[in-house]
């Protein structure tokens, strides 16, 4: 175990029967070793991104999540423009330099509609964007890329095909690869991620998760603990454990030392201390919550969200406190990936503030990396 552990600090590459024994068998020398990679690549620095809950109307009915179509146990909302822009000016005011879009699948929102809200977020306050929506054509995703949105998260949830198909009824594995590959080839930061502790998901499907995330070139990863929600059908599922997400992070961040980590909410809901201990298990970024009122607790995706009756600003300055517990400190960046080798360029780059296209290219002295491999997917 601390053979494998030992090497992977220095090579980045693991094969799939080292991951599995990783997951069985890891424990404190793993989540040091990924602190101590984390630490070398992304430094000290934690990115905060300002979550905005924007609607919690779903089109889908992935069989895990609250806000799926069919459960009619959940009262809908969906901000205006002008609230949404508002949360984005104000989490700005709080010293944010990204807010992350996040939604169901809600087809009001057009492309055109998002464009607007998100040039103007991007007229009112010097912010990265980036957005979390689910799936849409590369045509919609090359609107919201040329209206100004810089990021993507998308999470895979699982690579194994037929756990995929039993949970997501009506929707085609194939197609949210075709968005993960449209989103990278239009010049967004792309983030994925999975599930851990679905009910029949293998340690092995797992360590493919893990290679998928490496095999694509992801610029982020998040992994959550899966967390039953009563009103689906997976209600009286056991739910994934802290420990095991926390291993999936930790792999992820020793095969990906220069990408972007979040210390997700999910872990916090299952464990008190659960994004300080992330952070310091291979995460560098962390997403506060940054919408306001009673829509927190309606975008109930999972039960025991955290931080459910606070302020955007009480949360602000929550995090920047226990990060700084840790003797780390919060970034004033936008916090764009710096990969190791230069990126091609992006046309998007003439219109970023001269620090961030510097943070963009300048590559660190360590290590190569291999980029994504999109024959694959
Ligand atoms: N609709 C968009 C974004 C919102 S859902 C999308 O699906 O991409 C954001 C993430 O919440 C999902 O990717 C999923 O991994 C996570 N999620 C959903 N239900 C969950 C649950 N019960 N426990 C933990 N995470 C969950
Ligand atoms: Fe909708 Fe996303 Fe929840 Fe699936 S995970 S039901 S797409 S909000």
Redo the contacts with the bound molecule.
Sequence with gaps: MQDIINSVKTTHELSKPEIVELLKNGGDELFKAADEVRKQYVGDEVHLRALIEFSNI?RCN?K???LRCDNKNIERYRLSKEEIVDLAKKAYSYGYRTVVM????DMYFTAELLAEIIKEIKLASDVAITL???ERSFEEYKILKSAGADRFL??I?TTDKDLYKSLHPNMDFENRKRCLRDLKELGYEVGTGC?VGLKGQSLEALADDILFFKEIGADMIGI??????KNTPLGQDEGGSFELALKVMAITRLLMPDINIPATT?METLNPNGRLIALQSGANVVMPNATEGDYRRKYE??PGKICINDSPAKCRNCIERKINSIGRTVSTSKGFRRPLTPPTFRGDVADKKIEDVIENILPLPTGEDKGGNYENL
């Design positions: 779903c992935c895990y999540c609250g996040q939604s169901g699948e979390s929506i689910g998308l999470r949830e599930l959550g603990p899966f967390i039953p929600h999910a995706i999972y």
